[in-house]
C-alpha cells in the first residue's frame, strides 16, 4: 500500500522548489509561482489525509480541504504563464477567473460539489457533483490555453535561453497536469493513483531548468553546488520519512500519521 504516501511525497518536493524560488525573492513571478505551488501542496497534502483517514466523515472534510487548493490551481497557473511570457491583453480574464475560483471555493463546501464516496480496492474518493463538472470544464479551458500560450511564445522566441526556460517550464507544468487524471475516481473510474507523483517530476525538471537555464535567476543568489547541496538533504530527508512511515504502516501500528487527523 506504498501508494499512500505517494502524494506526500509529492508535497514535500513542491514545498521545496516553492521554497527555492521564494529565496530569490519577491518579485510579482516569483510570488505568483510560489502561490501556485502553495495550492499544489494544499491538494497533496490533504489528499495523503484522505488517504489514510478511517471513516467517510474524515475523507470527505480531507477532500473539502483539498479544494482550498486545487479550485486556485488552474486561475494561477495560467497567471504565472501569463507572467512569464508577458501578456498583458488577458488580464480582464485572469481576474474573472480569480472571481470564478472564490465560487467554486465556497461551492466546493457544500454537497453540490462533491457529495458521498466511492469505493476502490485502493482506497476510498468522494464522488463529483454538478458544480465539481463546472469546475473540470473551467480547469480544462485554462490549463489548455496556458500550454497554448506557451507553445506559441515558444515558436515566435528567437533567444535559445528563453526558448530553453520556455521548454522545461512547459514540460515540467505537462506533467505536473497529468495528476488531474486523479480526478476519475471522483467520477466512479477505477484508476490507481499513481498520478500523484506527478509532483516529484515536476520539481525534478525544474530544478534542473534553475540549475541550467537560470529559470527565475535563482544562480544569482544560489550556486550550483548550493542547489545541488539543498536538493541532496531534501530528498535524503524525504527518503528517511517516507522509509520510516511505510514501516510503520507495514507493522501494523495504525495508519500513518492518524495523529495529525485531530488538528
Known amino acids: 500500500m506504498i501508494y499512500i504516501i505517494l502524494p506526500l511525497i509529492s508535497a514535500i518536493f513542491v514545498l521545496l522548489i516553492a521554497l527555492i524560488v ?59 504563464g501569463a507572467e512569464l511570457i508577458r501578456i498583458t ?17 465556497i461551492l466546493s463546501r457544500t454537497e453540490l460539489f462533491i457529495s458521498g464516496i466511492n469505493r476502490y480496492s485502493w482506497g476510498v474518493h468522494s464522488q463529483a457533483k454538478f458544480f465539481h463538472h463546472l469546475f473540470l470544464i473551467n480547469f480544462i479551458f485554462l ?12 515558436k515566435k522566441s528567437k533567444n535559445s535561453i528563453e526558448k530553453n526556460q520556455i ?32 509532483g516529484v517530476f515536476f520539481t525534478i525538471i525544474l530544478a534542473y531548468a534553475i540549475i541550467k537555464y537560470r529559470v527565475f535567476d535563482i544562480r544569482q543568489v544560489i550556486s550550483r553546488g548550493i542547489l545541488y547541496f539543498i536538493l541532496l538533504i531534501f530528498v535524503s530527508l524525504s527518503f528517511t520519512f517516507v522509509t520510516f512511515s511505510t514501516a510503520q504502516f507495514f507493522e501494523g501500528q495504525g495508519q500513518i500519521w492518524v495523529t495529525l487527523q485531530s488538528l
Do not use: E, Q
Open 89 to 105: 491583453r488577458r488580464r480582464l480574464l485572469i481576474y474573472a477567473s480569480y472571481f470564478l475560483s472564490a465560487v467554486f471555493l
Open 22 to 80: 521564494i529565496s530569490r525573492g519577491y518579485s510579482r513571478l516569483n510570488t505568483i509561482f510560489s502561490l501556485f505551488c502553495l495550492a499544489t501542496f494544499i491538494w497533496l497534502f490533504g489528499t495523503f489525509m484522505m488517504f489514510i483517514s478511517k471513516t467517510d466523515d474524515r475523507a470527505i472534510f480531507w477532500d473539502r480541504f483539498i479544494y482550498i487548493g486545487v479550485v486556485f490551481m488552474p486561475t494561477i497557473s495560467y497567471h504565472f
Open 167 to 198: 521548454r522545461y517550464i512547459f514540460i515540467a507544468l505537462f506533467i505536473l497536469s497529468l495528476g488531474s487524471f486523479s480526478f476519475l475516481p471522483a467520477y466512479g473510474i477505477n484508476i490507481f493513483p499513481v498520478f500523484y507523483l506527478s
Open 143 to 154: 490549463v489548455s490555453l496556458l500550454f497554448y500560450d506557451l507553445y506559441i511564445f515558444y
